[in-house]
């Protein structure tokens, strides 16, 4: 009897998708540091699909895993032996990279399990690994490769590499990857976001070859005195004493350190002569990693980023951020931004903008980005999708969330435009989540001490007075801090009569603010959803938060619109957030060229030049004349 009941119970467990089944575990992946300067063959391009929303390729009619899964690329004509009822080669096709969403409109609202297949031809190099390198699979994916299983990964937002030497042969092979988009509870993020759901393999997917000694992971950076670049190579599989050497060709300077018994090795290269990476100056350097087998290229820059008092200190220097928020979504074309266009879309509408820094909310973005702002010279809030109510009281949404931290960090350590790690944006105040928070704070700082943790805070309000208060402050290195006064919250003028309270003597980031406008919609700046009441919040917000004596930076929402399932207004909204500066056509709006006049003044004359509030004509007038400066204010970076 107890075994049926248990049976019982298994059937019920497993009644949901691929995401929650308990037979299905995380398994072993990795993520190869500097992937992208790796040998590699592309898998991009076309492959088949199979919508499968009961996971019927997966599981059996009493929810049993299938050993004759569709991961086995049965087909029909082969007379295989077994009863195969779907063929990867007559189905049709999506891009890699891409979203499913918006390339079939049968997909557009699909959330669940979606198959890929594609063959390739490859030819292992004898002694050597081969890696299955996914740029970004959201949300839960399997993935296969001549129906041997490689790896399993949640998470839909950061890079991951599959071991799948003992898979791979020589001549013809193929690749399945399931990929389930199912939002979960237990899910980072979790079930309501403000953002679509996009599903799919979203980013590069690729074959890279490595030695059976390999270089996986390294962190060298500008030490806290700028004297020299320090950090540690790692070499997997390689033996205690072999060899390491880190070097700069162009400065014809280099440095060999031995391993020890972890495979890692100290580096420390003198730093004399190195020009220091800044927004003005984004210098970068070619830095060679050289191990017994394995070599590796990546293009670096050295800066130091940290905080004094309220003041945060590039190279040493008080620094103003001067930034917007961005989400991953390729700009005109929609969908997931996964190409150096997109990037170079984006950010250069931010460096339009007068932009030394953007927030890429509130996930990890496709690599694409931060390598160009490493060299168009913004410097970057990464986040992990800690959103909103997370079950943070649930040990297994922490290691989730963990996992992402790691994946991101790993990732993106070498990139000195990333200058902040944000844990989480706008989440409740309850101890279970401060608590949670905080281990991710520590974590931040255990995993990369050269960097500052942050997180987007929600604001107290009390009548005109706005207190930032939030406990998790205590753990942060940079204070975020989202509101909305003049959108969510009162009238774009109560901004002019706000008192603040920051309870920190750190320095504060606005990491959002902003109201929604409908580009070519015009009328009085009272007018919602018009330009010109878009307009009129920057007009009072701005000057406003100059006042805030720990003000060092601002990401206004949001540089573009973004489809967002939440945003129904017809005529309006129509399925977009509005908040953009730009529309998803590329429109500027009446916004954009305020903040863009206002960050041009920061720039040359510092942060307390704003020009007093001036009531918005309706007209789009770009040139009117600036009123006299008001009293300079000492600020960070004047
Ligand atoms: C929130 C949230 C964003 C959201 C924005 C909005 O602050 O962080 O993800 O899009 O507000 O409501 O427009």
Redesign the pocket.
């Given at each position: 009897m107890k075994r049926l009941l248990w049976k019982g119970l298994w059937i019920q467990v497993i009644a949901v998708a691929l995401s929650a089944s308990p037979g299905l575990a995380q398994s072993k992946t990795t993520v190869l540091a500097d992937a992208d300067h790796r040998k590699a063959l592309s898998l991009d391009g076309d492959w088949h699909y199979i919508v499968d929303p009961y996971d019927g390729g997966l599981y059996n009619f009493h929810r049993e895993i299938r050993t004759d899964g569709f991961f086995l690329n049965g087909a029909p004509e082969t007379g295989s032996s077994g009863l195969v009822e779907y063929d990867f080669g007559k189905s049709p096709t999506l891009k890699v990279p891409g979203d499913w969403n918006t390339q079939h409109d049968s997909l557009f609202y699909y959330e669940g399990l979606l198959w890929y297949e594609r063959d390739f031809r490859y030819q292992p190099v004898a002694g050597h690994k081969t890696f299955l390198h996914i740029g970004a699979a959201n949300y839960k994916s399997i993935a296969w490769v001549n129906g041997q299983e490689a790896c399993r990964h949640e998470g839909g937002f950061t890079d991951f590499d599959c071991d799948v030497s003992a898979s791979v042969h020589g001549g013809r092979n193929f690749v399945v990857v399931a990929v389930d988009n199912t939002r979960l509870a237990d899910g980072v993020p979790t079930l309501n976001?403000?953002?679509w759901n996009y599903g799919g393999l979203t980013r590069d997917v690729s074959l890279i070859d490595v030695p059976a000694q390999y270089i996986d992971d390294y962190d060298l950076h500008l030490n806290r005195e700028r004297t020299a670049i320090e950090g540690s190579v790692h070499v997997e599989g390689a033996a205690a004493g072999e060899e390491v050497t880190v070097s700069l060709p162009e400065l014809n300077r280099s440095v060999s350190a031995k391993l020890g018994a972890d495979g890692r090795a100290a580096i420390s290269l003198p730093a004399a002569g190195v020009e220091w990476w800044t927004p003005e100056h984004p210098r970068l350097y070619n830095v060679r990693l050289q191990a017994a087998s394995d070599r590796l290229d990546d293009e670096m820059g050295f800066r130091t980023i940290e905080v004094r008092g309220t003041d945060i200190l590039l190279n040493g220097k008080p620094v103003f951020l001067r930034g917007i928020s961005i989400h991953g979504e390729a700009p005109l074309r929609g969908g997931r931004a996964n190409s150096d266009q997109d990037a170079a879309t984006l950010l250069g509408w931010a460096k339009e903008l007068g932009c030394n820094y953007v927030r890429l909310?509130?996930y990890p973005h496709d690599q694409r980005m931060t390598r160009m702002a490493d060299r168009l010279g913004l410097m970057v809030w990464s986040e992990i999708p800690v959103?909103w109510a997370e079950n943070f009281g649930d040990r297994a949404v922490l290691a989730k969330a963990e996992q992402q931290l790691q994946e991101e960090i790993r990732r993106d350590r070498d990139k000195a435009s990333v200058v902040l790690w944000s844990i989480a944006?706008?989440t409740p105040l309850t101890p279970e989540r401060t608590a949670f928070l905080k281990t991710l704070a520590g974590d931040v700082h255990g995993l990369d001490p050269t960097r500052l943790v942050t997180a987007?805070l929600l604001v107290r309000t009390e009548g005109h007075d706005k207190y930032v208060d939030d406990p998790l402050g205590a753990a942060l290195d940079v204070i975020g801090m989202?509101e909305?006064i003049g959108w969510?919250e009162q009238l774009p003028q109560d901004a002019d009569t706000t008192v603040w309270h920051i309870g920190y003597q750190k320095p504060l980031i606005v990491s959002?603010f902003?109201g929604?406008a409908k580009a070519g919609l015009h009328g009085k700046p009272t007018q919602r959803w018009t330009e010109e009441y878009q307009a009129s919040i920057f007009q009072h917000q701005l000057p406003m938060l100059a006042k805030i004596p720990q003000f060092r930076g601002l990401t206004p929402?949001?540089l573009v619109d973004f489809r967002?399932p939440m945003r129904q207004l017809p005529g309006v909204q129509d399925g977009y957030?509005r908040?953009g500066l730009i529309s998803n056509h590329g429109e500027k709006k009446e916004a954009f060229f305020i903040l863009q006049k206002t960050y041009r003044e920061w720039a040359n004359d510092g942060v307390s030049s704003v020009v007093p509030v001036q009531p918005v004509t309706g007209t789009n007038e770009r040139t009117r004349a600036p009123a006299p400066a008001q009293k300079k204010v000492a600020r960070p970076g004047e």
């Open positions: 976001t403000d953002w909310a509130h959103y944006n706008e987007a989202n909305y969510y959002e902003g929604d929402w949001i967002s957030n908040k």
